[in-house]
């Protein structure tokens, strides 16, 4: 297997989140042992945001990692795992609304490839970049 940042940035679609990683120097803690549960937003999902918001936050690493980190969660977490809450709390501090009533959502993104299994943790793909507040 691979770590969290080996398989994002083997797997096509996640090219801008690989490189937010990089310009928030997170690189090395998404490979420390972890583990952690990683909800990463595809290309799309950024492409999605509105027009310079990805630019605007390369531009400001501290802001930039603390979206990233909302994104992430400690330990591993899968689907199942997920399912037994209605909230869990990303590294960054903030609460991630979890529900499975429909779909498999995170806040207001839904998952798109669930479970994807790293050394040091697992990726639910979603389809939106998670904003706080």
């Known amino acids: 297997m691979a770590d969290i940042v080996e398989i994002a940035v083997s797997t096509p679609g996640f090219e801008t ?3 937010a990683v990089k310009a928030a120097d997170l690189v ?3 490979q420390s042992p972890g583990p952690f549960t990683v ?3 595809t290309d799309q999902a950024f492409a999605n945001l509105p ?3 990805v630019q605007t ?3 400001n690493p ?3 990692a603390r979206i990233l980190k909302f994104h992430v969660v400690a330990g591993k977490l899968m689907q199942a795992d997920l399912a037994q809450h209605k ?3 990303s590294v960054e501090g903030s609460p991630i609304p979890i529900d499975m009533s ?3 959502e995170v806040k207001n993104a839904t998952v798109v490839a669930a479970d994807i299994e790293a050394d040091n943790g697992v990726i639910h793909v979603i389809d939106r970049v998670i904003l706080m507040g």
């Open 62 to 64: 501290p802001q930039l």
């Open 87 to 89: 909230v869990v709390t």
């Open 51 to 53: 027009p310079g918001t």
């Open 39 to 41: 909800f990463a937003p």
């Open 17 to 19: 989140l690989v490189a």
């Open 28 to 30: 090395e803690t998404l």
């Open 57 to 59: 936050l390369v531009q």
């Open 102 to 104: 429909d779909n498999f």
